[in-house]
């Protein structure tokens, strides 16, 4: 469904992915862990092309992108296959709520406007916020906010969701209504590629961990093996620094 | 002494007949001042090729230019080269010059209040499929109108009053009106008092229309 090879990225003479190559099935929930500034964020944002790759094939859900002939459509065409979850929520400032989640359905899906509320409504509700559809993002919570952003994610109807550590901007007491969240959506069988330092919560909710370091992947497998019995050195002193901390 | 106030109440409103017009030629320019404004600020701001150079200059230009040289240039002197250019005529003439100048001034207001938006804004308008002139129309431009508009009132209020320029190319707006009342009534201190009263309320009117105007578009950030 989501199939990436040989994808490579570097920002001036640092090489921050090198020839990642990535395959997710529908319906599977990744998880992506690794140590910071080891090229996760860059990864999901090469995914949806707000970082052009320099080289590496991207296809989602059928749609094929050479990053070495990228056309300006084809980036267009491969952005309406996922959405993303920011780390700082990006929720549209001069929106509410409601208009937050339905924009990108009147803009790019041209609905109508009241089949798009209908839509819109319901999403809040699923999130929880059904009270809050006409509140601006400055009137809401950090968790409010990112559970209007995953609404507004969910709202394109993508065939995989991609979430860049959607809890850590938060304070802790609202880290868990959004996790509630993210649980809520797993159980409605969403592709999902989530990165996340909130390791019981990947164990938890993770078909597959993925451990990323330097730009490469280091190691993957199903969360019981990658947590249990790590086979690379790299991964049991990431883990080890990880779990000392908690 | 020999002042009369009350021709100055007698020739308020003979004056305010000619208003809608310095309004007229104020709010035009204004308009055209923002529409280049904005283009020069995502010239720049994008650092088109070439153009970004070229757009430097016009704003170099036309800030360093008095704004009636300005006039003057578009009014006497274009027609000179292009005789066909009739076309051009007082009224057009003084809002094109406006206009070429306050849109100097205007772009770096809002390359200011574009650059103001946080960037995570336009990546979410890509990250759900939205083009980036869909972006910019409908969440980036409206958030930097919203950190634009007090320097745009005032710009709007400058306009009102540099719009009293098109009397030199022969436009009736209400100064021009004003010398006329005064020469031939030979009551030039009570003239210029009652146009200087009108410019006066506008101006509070304007100020009093910006801070409704800011106050509702700054609803959503509180
Ligand atoms: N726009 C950019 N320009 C230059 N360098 C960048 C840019 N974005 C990321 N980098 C660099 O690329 C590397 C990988 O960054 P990235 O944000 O992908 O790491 P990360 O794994 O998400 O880290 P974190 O856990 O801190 O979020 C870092 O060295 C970072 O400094
Ligand atoms: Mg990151």
């Known amino acids: 469904m989501l199939k990436v090879s040989g994808l490579s990225k570097h920002f001036g003479d640092n090489e921050v992915l090198k020839q990642i190559n990535l395959e997710v099935k529908r319906r599977e929930v990744v998880a992506i862990i690794g140590p910071s500034g080891s090229g996760k964020s860059t990864l999901l944002r090469c995914l949806n092309l707000l970082e052009t790759p320099d080289a590496g094939h991207i296809e989602i859900d059928g749609f094929e992108v050479d990053a070495r002939r990228l056309k300006k459509s084809d980036a267009y065409a491969l952005r309406q296959k996922s959405a993303m979850v920011f780390q700082h929520y990006n929720l549209f400032k001069n929106k509410t709520a409601l208009q937050n989640v339905i924009e990108a359905l009147i803009v790019t899906k041209k609905m109508n406007k009241p089949d798009a509320e209908v839509l819109g409504h319901k999403l809040l509700d699923q999130v929880g916020l059904a009270s809050k559809a006409s509140s601006y993002p400055a009137m809401l919570s950090g968790g409010q906010q990112q559970r209007v952003a995953i609404a507004r994610a969910l709202a394109v109807n993508p065939a995989v969701i991609l979430l860049d550590e959607p809890t850590s901007a938060l304070d802790p007491e609202l880290v868990g209504e959004v996790l509630q969240v993210i649980r809520s959506i797993v159980d409605t069988d969403t592709t999902m590629l989530i990165v996340t330092h909130e390791m019981s919560f990947a164990r938890e909710i993770a078909d597959r961990v993925i451990f990323m370091a330097d730009g490469s992947i280091i190691e993957e497998g199903d969360p019981q093996s990658l947590f249990g019995q790590p086979q690379q050195e790299r991964t049991k002193k990431f883990l080890g620094t990880v779990f000392s901390k908690n | ?222």
């Not at chain 2, 002494?1 to 709010?27: G, Q, R, S």
């Not at chain 2, 070229?54 to 240039?73: D, G, N, Q, W």
């Not at chain 2, 000179?80 to 094109?96: G, H, L, M």
């Not at chain 2, 031939?184 to 210029?192: A, D, I, P, Q, T």
């Open chain 2, 1 to 222: 002494m020999n002042f009369d106030t009350a021709f100055i109440f007698e020739a308020i409103p003979k004056l305010l007949k000619y208003l809608p017009m310095t309004l007229m030629l104020a709010v035009g320019s204004m308009l055209l001042a923002c529409l280049m404004g904005i283009v020069l600020a995502l010239i720049i701001n994008n650092k088109i090729f070439i153009l970004s150079p070229v757009a430097k200059v016009y704003i170099s230009f036309f800030r360093s230019v008095p704004t009636l040289v300005t006039l003057f240039i578009f009014y006497v002197g274009i027609p000179q080269i292009f005789p066909d250019f009739t076309f051009i005529d007082a009224i057009t003439a003084t809002i094109v010059a406006l206009s070429f100048k306050n849109a100097a001034y205007l772009a770096e207001e809002f390359r200011g209040a574009l650059n103001a938006v946080d960037s995570g804004q336009m990546e979410a308008c890509l990250s759900v499929g939205m083009t980036k002139w869909q972006g910019f129309r409908r969440v980036i431009l409206p958030q930097a109108m919203r950190v634009a508009v007090p320097s745009l009132g005032n710009y709007l209020i400058m306009l009102v009053k540099e719009s009293s320029l098109a009397f030199t190319v022969g436009v009736t707006d209400i100064f021009a009106q004003t010398k006329i009342l005064a020469s031939n009534s030979f009551r030039f201190l009570e003239s210029y008092i009652a146009v200087a009263l009108i410019y006066w309320a506008v101006t509070i009117v304007l100020t009093m229309l910006q801070g409704k105007l800011e106050k509702a578009m700054s609803k959503p950030y509180r």
